[in-house]
């Protein structure tokens, strides 16, 4: 069995450091908040380049509260992609305003920047791209149409830890950066965690304050905030395992190469890195006109695989809107059916990267017959 993710595995290569860590936390008692978020904090707006970085207790409340700072409310329109987690159109929902589509790119999944432009109304506020997959949206056109228009940028971050547009990691280009520490992610948490970056000192200081009830010294509320504080817990295993993330990517990307070198030929799309990005692989998506057989083939062949996203945010129950039928963002709706992620992980071997793509070779060439 190759298994689509292995955190046991990661746990055990440095599992001395998290343990010591962790057992320096219980001995402090700083359980909510305290020395190692903070120490993270500052660790992790270096990383990314920001000036700034507030913890959170999650990805989701890292956009709801970026949101909010950056003035989002009742009434207001926030443009964003129908292909990415409902967790970023959920966020824009908490504070009462409306998220807006604009389709996306066939070959990278993120929003066209192309199709921003139409989408801006008098009551747009905010325009969020979504660094999907790992790979940086196209930022140049995004934050000119931002400052055409007065809007303010906030980047969906969440699955783009040490991703770069242009030579500069994400999370530092647009007003806020958002990112999400679950276990899964590049950078995982052992639970919930989020952060907040940006290089605004204000934004910054509204972000601490929304995240603990809006206090700005004990019991003095100057702001009606949120329970979305960051663990003292999660802050000391995350500065641990933020030493080594560069070495995790660059073994995420070599895998990559060798996906793209094995598959090359295979009948199946492979993920193309921009030339001004860097891909840091959170997913590595392909896509395939028979997706869920290449699925079951994968399946039966002991290879776990899954689908981000099997339906655009636009086509669920719970958040359609009258203005985006089905047929209206079609590239999106295309991209829903089509993709398949394989495993993709620095724990993951060569050889078994090779397994992979054998596997996939092989159903694709038996579908083809």
Not at 159 to 182: L, N, P, T
Not at 213 to 227: A, I, K, M, T
Request: aromatic residues 8%; contains cysteine; hydrophobic residues 40%.
């Amino acid at each position: 069995m190759i298994p689509f993710a292995d955190l046991k595995a990661q746990y055990r290569s440095i599992k001395g450091e998290i343990d010591a860590a962790v057992a320096q936390t219980l001995e402090s008692s700083q359980f909510i908040l305290g020395r190692e978020v903070a120490a993270f904090e500052e660790e992790f707006a270096a990383f990314q380049g920001a000036a700034h970085c507030a913890g959170t207790n999650s990805g989701t409340s890292a956009v709801h509260l970026a949101l909010l700072a950056a003035g989002v409310g009742p009434g207001d329109e926030v443009i964003t992609t129908p292909f990415t987690f409902v967790a970023t159109v959920a966020a824009i929902l908490y504070t009462g305003a409306r998220p807006v589509y604009a389709d996306i790119d066939a070959e990278t999944y993120n929003i066209d920047a192309a199709k921003i432009a139409a989408t801006i109304t008098p009551r747009t506020k905010t325009i969020m791209p979504v660094h999907l997959f790992g790979q940086p949206a196209d930022m140049d056109p995004i934050l000119e149409i931002a400052r055409r228009h007065g809007l303010t940028v906030i980047e969906d971050a969440c699955q783009a830890h040490a991703a770069e547009y242009k030579g500069r990691r994400v999370g530092s280009i647009g007003d806020i950066g958002c990112f999400s520490f679950y276990p899964g992610k590049n950078l995982g948490a052992y639970g919930e965690g989020g952060c907040v970056t940006t290089n605004n000192p204000e934004l910054a200081r509204t972000v601490r304050l929304l995240r603990n009830w809006g206090e700005e010294s004990r019991y003095h509320h100057v702001l009606r905030g949120f329970n979305y504080r960051m663990e003292g817990l999660q802050g000391s295993i995350l500065r641990v395992k933020l030493r080594h993330l560069e070495r995790w990517t660059e073994a995420k990307r070599r895998l990559a190469r060798v996906y793209a070198r094995e598959l090359e030929g295979a009948g199946v799309r492979l993920p193309r890195e921009r030339e001004w990005a860097r891909h840091v692989y959170s997913v590595y998506a392909i896509a395939s006109e028979a997706r869920d057989e290449l699925q079951r083939e994968l399946t039966a062949a002991q290879i776990q695989t899954a689908i981000h996203y099997p339906e655009p945010i636009h086509a669920m129950a719970p958040y359609r809107d009258e203005a985006f039928p089905r047929g209206s963002l079609p590239v999106a709706e295309r991209a829903a059916g089509r993709v398949l992620s394989l495993p993709v992980y620095a724990e993951l071997s060569e050889v078994q990267a090779r397994e992979v793509a054998s596997a996939v070779k092989l159903a694709a060439a038996v579908q083809a017959k």
